[in-house]
Structure formats: C-alpha cells, structure tokens
C-alpha cells in the first residue's frame, strides 16, 4: 500500500455508485490517472466541489500495490485547489465550449494511463489559465492549444516551408496527409490553397505571436480554424466531439 501526491487538472469525471465518482485527471508527474473519490457527490461535500473539470488541483492518490497504475483504480484521498479555472470558463459559453475541446484533447494525446506527459500537462495549465483571464479570444486561444498539442506530440504542422520537400517558402498548398504547406512540385491530391492570411495566423499562434493573431479578420479566423481541425482530426484518427459547440 502506497501514497502518491501529485498536482494535475481534472479532465472529467463519471458518477459512479451512489456518492461516488471516477476522477480522471492529468498529472504533472504521472500522466493521465483515473481514480476513485469516495463520497464526492454528497451535497456537503467540500472535497466535491474541488474535483470538478477544469480545476488545477494538488491530489493525494492512495494505491494497493507499489505502483499507482496497477489492476485497481487508485483512491483519490485529498485534494487542494491550486487554481479553480472553472470559474472564469463555465459562466461563459464561447469559453466553456473551448474549453471543454481543450479538455478532451489532452484527454485523447495521452491515452496511456501512468506515462509522464509533462509538455501536454504544462501546455493544458497555461491555456486554461489564458482562456479564464480572458486574454484573448476563446477560439483562437483553442487554436493555439490544438495546434502546440500536435507539435508536442511529434505533429507539428509547416506552415512556411514544404513539409515535403523543405523548399524555403511561402508555399501556396496545404495538405494535412503531407504535414503542412507543401510546394507546387509536391503537390499531391486532395491539396488546398488557403490565403495567406490564414497561414500567418496559424504560424502566430502556434509561435505565441498573439499581436498578429488578435489582429486577423475573422473570415481568415473560420478559415484557419477549418484547417486546424481538419489536421487535427487527420492525426487522431477522429475528431473530437466538442469541436462541433465551439463557436466560431
């Protein structure tokens, strides 16, 4: 029998018996990690009301064997608000909604439970710490989000040079099969041509220039943002099922 502490942000939870609930959360040390918190959904629960989605939270995980990952799901024994972030995002619904992609996208880049995903886990505390001040739009701060998700994943799309080929650019097509921008030469099927506007805008965020990305005109936002999730959805295979209440 063990004792973990570690500090993460609740993804989501699940009701599980009758005052019971199935916390997952992602960890700085421990990646992904779904445990038991017993009596959270009590109404005089306190220890509740800390374990909700999008709260950054320091957590004490209690584990039957030497490990916190084994057969058994880990209890969650105490907890201690480190940021409540859900105040600033669930009272707003373009921030809600964005958040709740952002959500689901750690949620899908760290599908194995136990595995340390520092980068995912700092990447998610910052963007939701941006969307609950309010520091930019929720939409772009998605964006941003989704696109330094691919790139920490081993993703990263060009938005510059050919993705295929390396040709110093700007280049005009786009293809989320070949990586990003690619030039006339390699071209391949299915290939767009967005603006350049556009293209800019998603080399801003994905640099953290947000003077350029606040600046963009919003038909070149909708149209960035269509290429964002096309790619993402082309490297999960699916897309998430949020994405489609964020507004735009």
């Known amino acids: 029998m063990s004792l973990f502490r570690d500090d993460g942000v609740v993804l989501r939870t699940q009701k599980l018996g009758e ?14 990690v779904r445990a038991v918190a017993r009596g959270v959904r009590r109404t005089k629960s306190k220890f509740g009301a800390r374990l909700e989605p999008f709260s950054h939270v320091d957590v004490q995980f209690f584990a039957r064997g ?20 859900g105040g600033g995002i669930v009272a707003d619904y373009a921030r809600y909604t964005a958040g709740t992609a952002m959500l689901e996208t750690a949620e899908r880049f760290t599908d194995h439970e136990g595995e340390p995903a520092v980068q995912q886990y700092l990447l998610l505390v910052g963007g939701l710490r941006t969307l609950a001040r309010g520091e930019h739009a929720p939409h772009l701060i998605l964006d941003a989000f989704l696109l330094r998700s691919l790139a920490v994943n081993g993703y990263a799309p060009s938005f510059e040079d050919c993705a295929k080929c390396g040709m110093p650019g700007p280049n005009r097509f786009f293809s989320v099969a070949a ?16 603006s350049a506007q556009a293209l800019e805008l998603l080399s801003a965020l994905l640099s953290g220039d947000w003077a350029t990305a606040d ?9 960035g943002s269509g290429l964002v999730s096309a790619y993402l959805h082309w490297h999960l295979e699916r897309g998430l099922r949020s994405l489609r209440y964020v507004e735009k």
């Open 66 to 85: 030497s490990e916190l990952i084994g057969r058994g799901l880990p209890l969650c024994t105490q907890s201690e608000t480190i940021a409540p972030y």
């Open 215 to 223: 600046a963009c005109e919003a038909r070149h936002v909708r149209e």
């Open 179 to 194: 990586g990003g921008v690619i030039c006339g030469d390699c071209r391949v099927p299915g290939s767009v041509v967005p």
């Open 19 to 32: 005052a019971d609930r199935i916390i997952t959360i992602l960890t700085r040390g421990h990646g992904r």
